[in-house]
């Protein structure tokens, strides 16, 4: 028993089916309950879902799922959201760095007086124990407070004026030929006998430099 199918109010029609065929195609979602079918004993198109021999069998059927179309306004914000990301990192490394360049190319107001810091007569005689080292017959010589004194007496004549004097600073005053264990050994001596501060004098002409 051959049949018919075609889509509603379509010319063109498929032929030499079976009634399970058509049955399978409706499960399989190829036709619609809308579409028309012809028998062998029919004379005329009818739909499907009022067929005799298929109207049982589509009320049975669960109705198809809506078909959801792509809608092509929708735009996808992955990729925009990416590109403010980026523009965002830039802008704040740019940022950073222009902050830092200005902190860099900024003078600093210290640097305008320029040279060491001077100190007066008055703040070394107060404050201050003067030590003298200068080169003479090939050898460094030790003076404190105008006195002369071995290497290893520095030590002990620092520590006696410090607690005499509660003098806490020392200003050292030596020559550029002076070697430079001989500087240190004054410095030794100076944190031997407490005093935490030790300034080195610059010459005159060495600032004019």
Same mark, same amino acid.
């Not at 600073?169 to 031997?192: C, M, N, Y």
């Given at each position: 028993m051959s049949w018919k199918v075609r889509h509603e109010g379509s010319?063109?029609?498929?032929? $030499? *089916?079976? *009634?399970?065929? /058509?049955v399978e195609g409706l499960q399989d979602g190829r036709w619609e309950p809308t579409d028309e079918v012809m028998g062998?004993?029919?004379q005329q198109w009818v739909r499907m879902e009022t067929h005799p021999a298929l109207e049982e069998l589509i009320m049975e059927m669960e109705p198809p799922p809506p078909?959801?179309?792509?809608?092509?306004s929708r735009l996808d914000m992955n990729? *925009? /959201?990416? @590109?403010?990301? @980026?523009? *965002?990192? %830039? %802008?704040?490394?740019?940022t950073s760095y222009a902050a830092i360049q200005k902190m860099l190319e900024t003078p600093d107001a210290s640097s305008e007086k320029g040279g060491p810091?001077?100190?007066?007569?008055? @703040?070394v005689k107060d404050r201050m124990?003067? !030590?003298e080292v200068r080169q003479e017959n090939g050898k460094p010589v030790f003076r404190i407070e105008g006195q002369e004194v071995s290497r290893d007496g520095l030590l002990p004549l620092l520590r006696r004026i410090a607690g005499d004097s509660h003098k806490?600073?020392?200003?050292?005053?030596?020559?550029?030929?002076?070697?430079? $264990?001989? !500087? !240190?050994? !004054?410095?030794?001596?100076?944190? $031997?006998a407490n005093i935490t501060q030790i300034h080195v004098l610059i010459p005159e002409d060495e600032l004019k430099k």
């Open positions: 010319p063109q029609a498929i032929e $030499g *089916l079976t *009634l399970a065929q /058509i062998a004993n029919d078909r959801h179309e792509e809608d092509e990729p *925009l /959201i990416d @590109v403010c990301l @980026v523009l *965002l990192v %830039f %802008f704040i490394m740019t810091p001077r100190v007066s007569k008055e @703040v124990i003067k !030590v806490s600073e020392l200003l050292l005053d030596h020559d550029s030929e002076v070697p430079h $264990g001989a !500087v !240190v050994a !004054v410095q030794d001596a100076a944190k $031997g």
